[in-house]
Nanobody
Framework: QVQLVESGGGQVQAGGSLRLSCAAS????????MGWFRQAPGKEREFVAA????????YYADSVKGRFTISKDNAKNTVYLQINSLKTEDTAIYYC??????????????????WGQGTQVTVSS
């Protein structure tokens, strides 16, 4: 069983930065990959970024490339999402996700079997 706890959200002005954290419990082999999704009000949950736990391969949505960076700290069992040059359209609840099986797809909600509760990011102009 994997439990995920996000932190680091908050209110920030446009142009600012935030670093979100996702602390994972459970053995490392139980999380083959971890990802970040976000859901803005009235919109579907969308893929943001993903990272494989052992190789550290990264994947990004086209809309966030260059501004978002996903990384991990194996010793702390934590995945991070660094968000720079924040825009008002980045306002959303950001969710951490993990999956315990191998595969080649990372951008679908169905590609993950564990989810955190989410952390709110609000960007003001």
């Amino acid at each position: 069983q994997v439990q995920l706890v996000e932190s680091g959200g908050g209110q920030v002005q446009a142009g600012g930065s935030l670093r979100l954290s996702c602390a994972a419990s459970g053995p490392p082999f139980s999380r083959y990959a971890m990802g970040w999704f976000r859901q803005a009000p009235g919109k579907e949950r969308e893929f943001v970024a993903a990272i494989t736990w052992f190789l550290g391969s990264t994947y990004y949505a086209d809309s966030v490339k260059g501004r978002f960076t996903i990384s991990k700290d194996n010793a702390k069992n934590t995945v991070y999402l660094q968000i720079n040059s924040l825009k008002t359209e980045d306002t959303a609840i950001y969710y951490c996700a993990a999956r315990s099986y191998s595969g080649s797809h990372y951008s679908g909600k169905d590609d993950y079997n564990y989810w955190g509760q989410g952390t709110q990011v609000t960007v003001s102009s």
